[in-house]
Nanobody
Framework: QLQASGGGSVQAGGSLRLSCAAS????????VGWFRQAPGKEREFVAT????????VLADSVKGRFTISRDNAKNTVYLQMNSLKSEDTAVYYC???????????????????WGQGTQVTVSS
């Protein structure tokens, strides 16, 4: 139901935009999150956009560089990544939940549906 794309290899300071396209359900009623997992590390929260609020929440490590947004017409959520650093290198996953419960969700266990990962590699 979720298809993540847009990863690639860039130099430090560059930009990428990841896409998370949903099928079968609408992202307008979902809380969608982006997570990432570097080799040997646990999957960590990056950003989320709740269904019931206009604001978004970002991890401190990406604030000021990443933005998350939603295009309801395209049924897609984006993660715009600017000023990329080598430490941003990871496999990025999008996830969603359609529980309809209001809240901000930071944990892997909060999300029911996951897309396949997309690799982001930043070289210094």
């Amino acid at each position: 139901q979720l298809q993540a794309s847009g990863g690639g290899s860039v130099q430090a300071g560059g930009s990428l935009r990841l896409s998370c396209a949903a099928s079968g359900r609408t992202v307008s009623s979902a809380t969608v999150g982006w997570f990432r997992q570097a080799p040997g590390k646990e999957r960590e929260f990056v950003a989320t956009i709740p269904w019931h609020r206009d604001d978004t929440v970002l991890a401190d490590s990406v604030k000021g560089r990443f933005t998350i947004s939603r295009d309801n017409a395209k049924n897609t959520v984006y993660l715009q990544m600017n000023s990329l650093k080598s430490e941003d290198t990871a496999v990025y996953y999008c996830a969603a939940q359609w529980s309809g419960i209001s809240g901000i969700y930071f944990h892997v266990r909060d999300y029911e549906y996951w897309g396949q990962g997309t690799q982001v590699t930043v070289s210094s």
